[in-house]
T-cell receptor
């Protein structure tokens, strides 16, 4: 099956620093990648949709300058949390789809636990 | 507005008992619904989708447009079914997830 990896799996950083999270599709080319945020015992909240070679589409309420998304290739998307603060601590999950159809299954990465001190 | 509601945060059943995880949705267009499952310490994965009308691991879900529901059912729950279950609605370009229901199957 299609595998999506994330790196790092967890990260602890000081307030004010920036953190980059990578999302890779290992055995397929992903037309679209999605970034989600999940708070403890809550659902996944879509942050942005990323297509290779174009600007990401952010959901309402998500700061573009705070959460920088780069989709440089069909197998890699990165999320950079800039000037991180404790309230940014969360579980960040990416997913990828094979095609552009709305019916396409999303394959999820294992997530990245970010803790900002 | 698109919305997915899973009214139960936690559902506990005995092994062998029937289980139903509720999901209701609101969507102005033709809905496309999914159930995703997350087992302990594992990533989220697709369980089933309504367009496939299939049974996966004994689970089925029928789309009821009249009641705007997509409840997940299994006639005889197994301990390995214990997991977090998310109902999701495809809004055209992304998935809207419900808050999830934690299913606990006890022996």
């Amino acid at each position: 099956g299609a595998v999506v990896s994330q790196h790092p799996s967890w990260v602890i950083c000081k307030s004010g620093t920036s953190v980059k999270i990578e999302c890779r599709s290992l055995d397929f080319q992903a037309t679209t990648m999605f970034w989600y945020r999940q708070f403890p015992k809550q659902s996944l909240m879509l942050m942005a949709t990323s297509n290779e070679g174009s600007k990401a589409t952010y959901e309402q309420g998500v700061e573009k300058d705070k959460f920088l998304i780069n989709h440089a290739s069909l197998t890699l998307s990165t999320l950079t949390v800039t000037s991180a603060h404790p309230e940014d601590s969360s579980f960040y999950i990416c997913s990828a789809t094979l095609g552009a159809s709305r019916s396409d299954e999303q394959f999820f990465g294992p997530g990245t636990r970010l803790t900002v001190l | 507005a698109q919305r997915v509601t899973q009214p139960e945060k936690l559902l506990s059943v005995f092994k062998g008992a029937p289980v139903e995880l509720k999901c209701n949705y609101s969507y102005s267009g033709s809905p496309e619904l999914f159930w995703y499952v997350q087992y302990s310490r594992q990533r989220l994965q697709l369980l089933l989708r309504h367009i496939s009308r299939e049974s996966i691991k004994g689970f089925t879900a029928d789309l009821n447009k009249g009641e705007t529901s997509f409840h997940l059912k299994k006639p005889f729950a197994q301990e390995e079914d214990s997991a977090m279950y998310y109902c999701a609605l495809n809004s055209g370009y992304a998935l809207n997830f419900g808050k999830g229901t934690s299913l606990l199957v006890t022996p």
